[in-house]
Each structure stands twice: as C-alpha cells, then as structure tokens.
C-alpha cells in the first residue's frame, strides 16, 4: 500500500529515530502515566489536533500521548533548524502521523508546513513561539484554544489579549512551576552549554561567559557555565534581576563594557538586536556568539554581515566572520536556539513535566471550550500540582502533608505564639 508522503528528510532514518524516542520515553515516566490514563478514557476523541513545536524525541512522545487521547494530529516545526529527522520520519513511518519538518527547511517551507497544519482545520492548537496561533490569527481562524509552550509566546500572546485582540482561550503553559522552574532553568542552563561544546568541542575552564539575559534560562546558564569552571558575566535591563545576579555571585555590567571581556556570549533575553555593530566591532578577536533565546533576532546577524570582508562555515554550525579591522569572531547555529541546533534540546526528564502539563491543559480547554474566555489564562494549578506530585512519586520521594492542627493555624490570624 503506498503511504502517505509528508514533508520530512528522510524516511530511512526512521527505525533509529523509533529507538531514541523509546529512550526518550524511559525517562518520561509521568508523562508515561498520563498516557495510560488518556488510553482508556479518550478524553480527546475525534478532535483535531495542530502542533507546531520543535520536533524531538520528546515531542513525539507528547503527539504520542495525545495520539492514545483519541486526537488526530499534524505537526509543523516550530524552528527551521530545531528538527530531529530520525523522529520526524519515525512518526510518520510506525505511527501513520502527519508531520511537515525538516531540519535545515527554508522560510517559504516553514510556512508551507504551518499552512499544512491549518488546511487540516484544527480544533486546538499547541504552539511554541507563537507562529502557528499568529498564522490562525491572520486568517480569522477560530478554534476552541490553544497552549503555549515558551516565555517569547507568551509575551506575545499576552501582547495581543492587551490590545483585546485574543480570538480564542491560550494557555500559558510556560508559567506553570512545574515548567519554568525546571525546564527554563535546568534545562536551558544544561542543554545550551550543551550545545556550545558539541559545535566547538572548546573548553569552558577559565573563559569568560557572557549570559544577556537573567530570566529563568539565564539563571540556569549561569549557574552552569559557572559549574563548568567559567568566569561568568550578566547583562540585564531589569534592575531586580541585574542585582539578583549580583547576589547570585556573578559580575554584571552593561553589554558595552562586557564585550572587552567576553569569550563567549550567549543570549537569552527573548528581545531583539542584544549583541548589534558597536559590540561587535569591540569583541576580542577569536569571540564566540550563540543565542538560545526563541528567534534569532537577539545577535543582529545582517549587522555583522555587513562589518565583514568574509564569511566561512568552519565546523558544523561553526561561521568565521572576519571583520574589516582584522578580528574573527565566530557565530554558532546560525543565530538559532543553540542548544537545539547543534544538541537535543533540553533533557526528556525536564520536558516529561513541560509536555505532561501540555497534555493536560489540551483537555482542560477541550473540557471547559464552552466556558472559557478568549484570554490567556495561567495553568489550573490543580494540573500544575498533579504533574509535581507525580513527578516526585516516580522519582521516590514522599513530602510531608500539613496536620489538622497545622491547616488550622495557617487558616487563622489570632494565633501568633
Ligand atoms: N524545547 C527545548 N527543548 C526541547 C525538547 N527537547 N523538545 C521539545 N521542545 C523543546
């Protein structure tokens, strides 16, 4: 029987891409547990499903999840460099899945693949970055809502509902605990130095590591850059955070006096032009940049282009740019988030409560898609609760429960002694 065609490399790569995802799956016991649960209830039977995310062994074993649910589902990458095709094409080949990504895919084929997933007219929508609940946006699209993976989405998302112009309920699955907390900052700090070393193979001991950025995927970096034995640097606009980062131990600075010291820069910030001309033109000859914030706006990529006589890749996802007054400075990745382009994105044992909080949300909002608002809400934290407490039963760990007598001094104001 011919299958079914989709937009992936390479469907030879798919029985290699079957083994990572299992184990991926190993460690993702609590989303192994909701799967289970959806398996003999269905709570998403017959409903249409379009995901745009990054397509890892992770994602896969979330689509799988939602798959035993009882949904249909298309996947559409959520970066054009953030593809595992080995997964893509196990999808596709063992699971009859609708997927459209490619790593390395071109603008005009991201779009073709986010076009693809609202031909199949979703009913939800799970998004990271917000590009596929932008699209539906433009084109008027309704659909019961939609779940929002990371903090860049979210911003724009919450954007969007101030000017009042939100057309269906989002979930900010981002800022739920049991995702930023551990996810953002563990994952990202563990993930991006990843990434750094497998495109250089260089060593950390001693460098100075620029981190733009101390929200919580800045905090975590640091905290691992500083773990692998470098001097660590923050730059920061807020000025809580830049005195955090004080106290945390490490030097902060503005971008301009930092960029005499750096070594590495790494930025995290989810804002635009971070690392621009003025900066670059006063690196240290040898630098190296990566980004791991959602778009690669963050290192003004045309703006060292244009202070450059050459350009050449000299490793995978290694570029030299020689600048016009003789320094070299090196991009990694293409600008792109680093430690899912030349690594695997964050661990499955960070994304097990990331994506069991998604799976959880999808089916909050199928539930309640009659009562809820075109807002953004938060995570229930009953979902937010449910997936710590079954993270931490997998992992072992009993936690004390509050007596009778202690419930009723919380409740209280007379009782201070
Ligand atoms: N974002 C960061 N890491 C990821 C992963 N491993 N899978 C999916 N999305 C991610």
Redesign the pocket.
Known sequence: MMRKEYMVKDISLASEGKKRMEWAENSMPVLRTIRKEFKKKKPLKGVRVGAC??V????ANLILTLKAAGASIRLAA?NPL?TQDEVASALVKYHNLEVFAKKGENNKEYYYALDKVMEFSPQLLID?GADLISLAHCRNFKVFGATE??TTGVIRLRALDKQGKLKFPVVAVNDAYTKYLF?NRY??GQ?TIDGILRATNMLLAAKVFVVAGYGWCGRGLALRARGMGAKVIVTEVNPVRALEAYMDGFQVMDMKSAVKYGDVFVTVTGNKSIIRKEHFLKMKDGAILANAGHFNVEIDIPGLKSLSVTTRRVRPWVDEYKLKNGKKIYLLGEGR?I??VSA?????QV?DM??SNQALCLVHIYKNRNKLEKKVYSVPPEIDSRVARLKLKTLNIKIDTLTPEQKKYLSSWEEGT
């Open positions: 995310l990054h890892t062994t992770e994602t959520s953030s990271d993976e990371t996810d994952g990202t993930s988030l430690n899912l695997e994105g964050h661990p499955s994304m990331s994506f």
